[in-house]
């Protein structure tokens, strides 16, 4: 038996996608770190004594513009004069300006997640993602520069960032269709998104150590600097599927064949039942779009020659052209190859980088119990996500009164945590499906489960520890390492539903799951101004435990790990256009095998 390459490409290109989402998110969450020294909080905590004595209100500072005890924790005993020293910034910008500046990222995050899917699957998602992360390094070098001029231009620098940063979900989900085997769909999917815990892991503590060591600025530069050479590592080791890919192994390209085939053969049943559904909505003037392209199986580098323009369009292998692409009642389709990839260009393809132009089925889409229990799911995980990930800080130093240096090594210790449990669960649940123990359904619900209850009952446990800072430590840190069940969840579920649509479907999901981002920080904002009290955060973390509970619900409720009849779509065509009954495209589909064998006798 043939030996694969040293590094099958799967796995570069899994661990680039990796640190490519951990360079996106290392450089979103280094402003939480940052802004705890960029701010002058001496002078804010002046200016909140003035408004208090202006307006007659003593209960809030006492005469040293300090929290009364009973307000806040008492400052941790160090045998270090160092440790409670006031790390004071150059920016006066009170709370509700801190939210702003911190949510402005999510404005433009929430902008570009549509389109970003739909251009990632109608041409290339390869170069979609390398764009969003580049925008994003060259804005974050910027960042200093930005804070120099104005809070406002801080902003609008973010947003930016927001905007190159909202294409790369969706786009990572089209290229995870491709790229990765079914059989490997848990492992390699929660390797590829722990990269978003990753680069919290590496973010936080080295931009604490660089705030420290070096100045605020240095966050910014040193971490946009790095981030370039991945960069060039992405252009030189990716392509947008097997096939275009030049210095692929022809075994592990056979074997991406081979699993298609594997699978397309167990999607047929579906597919004849999905048929039988839409039966009485086809005309003659409708076309069914549900059909794979089963090619030959000649050895791999004779389709790689020949076949220059397949491409996979979801882990099962469906195609969704306009027409009938030679199934016929499973036999196996044969076209030559000039006449492949002729009719390949004519349908919009073009070395692998084209899309079907396949329509969004909106009504079935906004009855679909399945796809609402993602949005929601998606939605109410992320408040919580973004709760950890972008207040966390602030509430260590804040309440629990850790310097900047403490502050990001404990911030990250919960990060370390989730992305060691992402592959082990995600490696034991594969291994149980392969056991035929658990079905698709049982694994996203599961998981779902644990990345919402679990992290529910930590946050009401912070709550009620309060000034306990080893207890609050433990309790965020187990919260956040069971928030990675998610990756083999609801945040897999669109390949599962409708991998026509996997794309377009995390752009919409993620769309409404970018709102908590600029949600978040405004709430917590608004409650803690001039006010950073317990009382203040439990209400804040008490909220917090009852969206992680409404997603655990719905998502109980409504979710399905099977294929949904509307990922197989019914397209009208347009009178001007040829019409094809249903039987006429059976014949035609023979005349093409014979046409096939005629010119490969």
């Known amino acids: 038996m043939a030996k694969g390459a040293l590094i099958p490409a799967r796995y570069i290109f899994t661990a680039l996608v990796s640190i490519g989402l951990a360079i996106i998110y290392g450089l979103k969450v280094n402003l939480s770190v940052a802004i705890v020294v960029m701010i002058n909080s001496t002078e804010l905590a002046s200016m909140a004594l003035s408004e208090a004595s202006h307006g007659g209100h003593h209960g809030n500072a006492n005469e040293n513009g300090t929290a009364p005890p009973e307000f806040a924790c008492a400052a941790p005993v160090s045998h270090s004069n160092a440790t409670n020293t006031i790390q004071d910034g150059p920016f006066a910008w009170p709370e509700p300006v801190q939210g702003l500046v911190l ?33 994003n390094v060259v804005f974050t070098i910027l960042t200093p520069l930005a804070a120099n001029i104005s809070y406002i231009a801080v902003l609008v620098v973010r947003f930016i960032e927001g905007l190159g940063a909202g294409v790369s979900l969706p786009a ?28 919290t892991v590496i973010s936080l503590p080295f931009s604490g150590i660089l705030a420290a060591a070096l100045g605020w600025e240095a966050v910014f530069y040193v971490q946009g600097g790095l981030s370039m050479i991945w960069c060039v590592l992405w252009l030189i080791f990716v392509f947008d599927s097997p096939e275009d890919h030049p210095r692929i192994h022809p075994v592990e390209l056979e074997l991406f064949e081979t ?54 369009h979801g882990f099962h292998g469906w195609h969704g052209f306009h027409g009938w692409h030679g199934w016929h009642a499973g036999h196996k389709h044969h076209e030559h190859p000039k006449l492949h990839k002729e009719h390949l260009k004519k349908n919009g393809h073009h070395g692998g980088h084209g899309h079907p132009d396949l329509p969004i089925p909106w009504k079935a889409l906004a009855t679909s119990g399945p796809f609402w229990a993602i949005l929601v799911a998606h939605s109410c995980s992320n408040f919580g996500w973004y709760m950890l990930l972008v207040e966390l800080p602030t509430y260590m130093k804040a309440i629990l009164r850790f310097n900047i240096s403490q502050n990001a090594g404990l911030s990250a210790i919960p990060y370390v945590c989730l992305w060691v449990f992402s592959i082990i669960w995600s490696n034991r649940l594969d291994w149980a499906k392969s056991k035929g123990w658990i079905t698709t359904t049982t694994v996203r619900k599961l998981s779902t489960a644990i990345a919402s209850l ?60 970018t709102i908590p981002g600029f949600i978040v920080p405004a709430f917590v904002g608004h409650l803690t101004h001039g006010n950073q009290t317990l009382g203040q955060w439990q209400i804040i973390f008490f909220t917090t435990a009852a969206v992680f509970v409404l997603e655990f619900v719905v998502y109980t409720v409504f979710a399905s790990g099977e294929e949904q009849p509307w990922n197989h779509v019914v397209v009208d065509q347009k009178p001007t256009l040829e019409k094809h009954t249903a039987k006429e495209v059976h014949h035609e589909s023979e005349s093409e095998q014979l046409e096939g064998k005629a010119e490969n006798p």
């Open 103 to 135: 949510s402005s990222y999510f404005w433009g995050y929430l902008l570009t997640q549509i389109p970003g899917g739909m251009i990632a699957e109608k041409y290339s998602a390869k170069w979609v993602i390398w764009a969003s992360v580049l925008v």
């Open 172 to 199: 990572i989900h089209v290229m995870l269709t491709k790229w990765v085997l079914p059989q490997e769909r848990n492992l390699m999917s929660s390797l590829a998104y722990a990269g978003m815990a990753l680069g």
């Open 259 to 312: 699993s298609m085939h594997h699978d397309d053969h167990e999607s047929h049943e579906a597919s004849k039942e999905a048929a039988q559904l839409e039966d009485h909505n086809i005309t003659e003037g409708s076309v069914v779009v549900m059909t794979p392209v089963i090619p030959d199986k000649p050895n791999a580098q004779k389709r790689r020659n020949s076949h220059q323009g397949h491409h996979w």
């Open 454 to 513: 679990f992290p529910a009952a930590c946050f009401v446990g912070v709550s009620l520890v309060g000034c306990d800072r080893q207890a609050a430590v433990a309790l965020m840190t187990v919260g956040t390492m069971f928030v990675a069940g998610m990756y083999c969840g609801f945040l897999t579920n669109h390949v599962d539903i409708a991998p026509n649509y996997a794309g377009t479907l995390m752009a919409f999901t993620n769309t409404a799951a």
